[in-house]
T-cell receptor, first 114, second 115 residues
Framework: AQSVTQPDIHITVSEGASLELRCNYSYGATPYLFWYVQSPGQGLQLLLK??????LVQGIKGFEAEFKRSQSSFNLRKPSVHWSDAAEYFC????????????FGKGTHLIIQP | DAGVIQSPRHEVTEMGQEVTLRCKPISGHNSLFWYRQTMMRGLELLIY????????DSGMPEDRFSAKMPNASFSTLKIQPSEPRDSAVYFC?????????????FGPGTRLTVL
């Protein structure tokens, strides 16, 4: 069975500082990996996805993520955070690119300090 | 373009009552997913449809839960009878088709409170 672990429940970062959110997955085959962001009271918005090819993927809002097969990780990064980045971030893994539904991590709550 | 539409946005009901949540997927999308979000269990896939046919309902927690998709533009998730432990945010998502590499587009969710 596939699973996703996001070890940090909360992370606090100062505005303008760099950010890295951790994600580890367990999956028996080639994983299809996603990062979603959820603002309060809103649905989930896709930030980026990895299916194959270049292990460093670029997403929206200046985010990027790096797939490391040897570490079973797909960490999300941003060089300089903005107050508007405060939200809940979810890592997800899906078979067949999510065509059969996604398995989500518990999420990381990002707090931005002024 | 309208995204995935869910109604109601908030529902408060009493234990034992029937609850029906509604979803309108993005026009032209062939796959529809129902997820539940709770503090304890996070986001869980309940059921998904492809071309209006249920493909996998193994995530549906109990027989009290049922889902239908009578046509390509409408789906319902029904809980009968409802219980306090059903309190959660229920999300509907749609995807263009069941091929690989497709993003799921999420609705704003329905926050259900069962007293």
């Amino acid at each position: 069975a596939q699973s996703v672990t996001q070890p940090d429940i909360h992370i606090t970062v100062s505005e303008g500082a760099s950010l890295e959110l951790r994600c580890n997955y367990s999956y028996g085959a080639t994983p299809y990996l996603f990062w979603y962001v959820q603002s309060p009271g809103q649905g989930l918005q896709l930030l980026l996805k990895y299916f194959s090819g270049d292990t460093l993927v670029q997403g929206i809002k200046g985010f990027e993520a790096e797939f490391k097969r040897s570490q079973s990780s797909f960490n999300l990064r941003k060089p300089s955070v903005h107050w508007s980045d405060a939200a809940e971030y979810f890592c997800a893994v899906g078979a067949r690119g999510g065509a059969d539904g996604l398995t989500f991590g518990k999420g990381t709550h990002l707090i931005i300090q002024p | 373009d309208a995204g995935v539409i869910q109604s109601p946005r908030h529902e408060v009901t009493e234990m034992g009552q029937e609850v029906t949540l509604r979803c309108k997927p993005i026009s032209g999308h062939n796959s529809l997913f129902w997820y539940r979000q709770t503090m304890m269990r996070g986001l869980e896939l309940l059921i998904y449809f492809n071309n209006n046919v249920p493909i996998d309902d193994s995530g549906m927690p109990e027989d009290r839960f049922s889902a239908k998709m009578p046509n390509a533009s409408f789906s319902t998730l029904k809980i009968q009878p409802s219980e306090p432990r059903d309190s959660a945010v229920y999300f509907c998502a749609s995807s263009p088709d069941r091929a690989s590499y497709n993003e799921q587009f999420f609705g704003p969710g329905t926050r259900l409170t069962v007293l």
